[in-house]
C-alpha cells in the first residue's frame, strides 16, 4: 500500500498544506455523553483530532481499519496497530510520569535503555501497521495553568507535538495510510461490526488479567463467538524489558491464530510489532476494551470516549 509523505517537517506545516486537519471525529452510533457526565464536559475535547485530509471523518476511519484487519486475518498479513497517549509521550520524552495507572519504567536509564528497541518497532509500525495517537488542539500547545483537559490534566501542553517532533526526527512518517486517530481503535474494537468479524476466528488475547468466560460473554452480547485463547503478560515494565521476556511470551501464542488483542501498556508497541513479524497477523494494542472484555472497567479508572454504543 502506498505511503506519501507528509508536507513539510513540523504539525504546523502539515495542517497549512492540508496533508492533515484538526477535525470533529463522527462516528455513528457512538455515544460520548456519559463519559463527559463522569468526568465532566472537558473529557471531550480530544473529540476533535488531527485527520488526514484525504480521510472523510470518524467513519471513514473505521471503514479504512476495518478493512486492513480483515484483510490481514484473510490475506495472513503483518499488521501491527499502537496506540498512544500520555503515557507513551512521557515515556518517549524520557519522563517517569509514564507511570500512571500502571507502571512502565524503573528509571530514566531503562526509558533511555530501550528506546532503541521502541524507534525500531515504531518503524516497523509506519510501514506495516497503523500509529493512532492522540492529537487534538489542547495537547499541541504550549502548557496554560488553571486549566482542566483529557483526564483532568493541566491543559495547553505540547506532549503530542513533541511525540510527532520524535517521530520524524527518527525518521517515522506519518501518511494516509500508516495513520488512525486513536479513539477510532476503541470504537472499532467496541463495534458489532468488530465482533462479527471475528466470530468464529481465533483471538489470542496477552494481557495480564484475562478471564476467558467474561470475554466470551462480551462477544456473546453481538452474537459473536470466536474461539478466545489467553497468553498471561507480566503486569509491569514490559516497556523497558520486553527483549527479556520476548521468547517465554512468544512460545505460548497459538501458530493458527487469526488475530491478537494486546494489552502491555507502553509495551504494547513491542508486543504488537514481535507478533505480527512472528506470525504475519493483526496485532492490535486493545488496551482499556480488553478491560471491558474482562469484566475489569474499574481497573480504567472511568469510561472512556469512543466505547460506548447506542
Not at 484525504?54 to 495472513?76: F, N, Q, S
Not at 512502565?104 to 524507534?119: D, F, K, M, T, W
Not at 477510532?184 to 462479527?196: M, N, Q
Not at 507502553?266 to 482499556?288: E, K, W, Y
Amino acid at each position: 500500500m502506498a505511503r506519501g509523505r507528509t508536507a513539510g517537517c513540523s504539525l504546523d506545516r502539515w495542517i497549512e498544506s492540508g496533508e492533515f486537519r484538526f477535525d470533529k471525529l463522527v462516528i455513528r452510533g457512538i455515544d460520548n455523553a456519559p463519559v463527559a457526565e463522569f468526568f465532566g464536559p472537558g473529557i471531550l475535547e480530544p473529540e476533535t483530532c488531527l485527520v488526514h485530509g484525504e480521510i472523510a471523518g470518524g467513519d471513514g476511519y473505521v471503514e479504512l481499519l476495518h478493512a486492513r484487519i480483515v484483510t490481514g486475518m484473510e490475506g495472513k498479513r503483518e499488521m501491527p496497530i499502537a496506540r498512544f497517549a500520555d503515557g507513551e509521550y512521557a515515556f518517549y520524552d524520557g519522563s517517569l510520569k509514564c507511570n500512571g495507572l500502571y507502571r512502565q519504567a524503573e528509571s530514566v536509564e531503562a526509558i533511555r535503555n530501550a528506546l532503541p528497541g521502541h524507534i525500531a518497532d515504531l518503524k516497523y509500525l509506519a510501514e506495516k501497521g497503523m500509529i493512532a495517537p492522540v492529537v487534538y488542539p489542547r495537547n499541541v500547545l504550549r502548557k496554560r495553568k488553571g486549566m482542566l483537559s483529557f483526564l483532568g490534566k493541566a491543559s495547553g501542553d505540547d506532549s503530542a507535538r513533541k511525540f510527532l517532533d520524535f517521530l520524524e526526527e527518527n525518521g517515522v512518517e506519518l501518511a494516509r495510510d500508516n495513520y488512525v486517530p486513536f479513539f477510532v481503535v476503541y470504537a472499532y474494537l467496541t463495534s458489532p461490526r468488530f465482533a462479527r468479524a471475528v466470530d468464529g476466528r481465533k483471538v489470542c488475547i496477552l494481557n495480564s488479567d484475562v478471564n476467558l468466560d467474561a470475554c466470551a460473554r462480551w462477544f456473546g452480547r453481538s452474537s459473536s463467538r470466536p474461539e478466545l485463547v489467553a497468553v498471561p503478560m507480566p503486569d509491569s515494565y514490559v516497556a523497558t524489558r520486553w527483549a527479556s521476556m520476548r521468547e517465554d511470551v512468544l512460545a505460548r501464542v497459538p501458530a493458527n491464530s487469526d488475530l491478537f488483542l494486546v494489552g502491555a501498556g507502553v509495551g504494547a508497541l513491542n508486543v504488537c510489532a514481535d507478533l505480527s513479524r512472528r506470525f504475519s497477523i493483526p496485532a492490535v494494542d486493545a488496551g482499556h476494551v480488553l478491560n471491558l472484555m474482562n469484566d475489569l472497567e474499574n481497573k480504567s479508572a472511568g469510561p472512556r470516549l469512543y466505547t460506548i454504543h447506542k
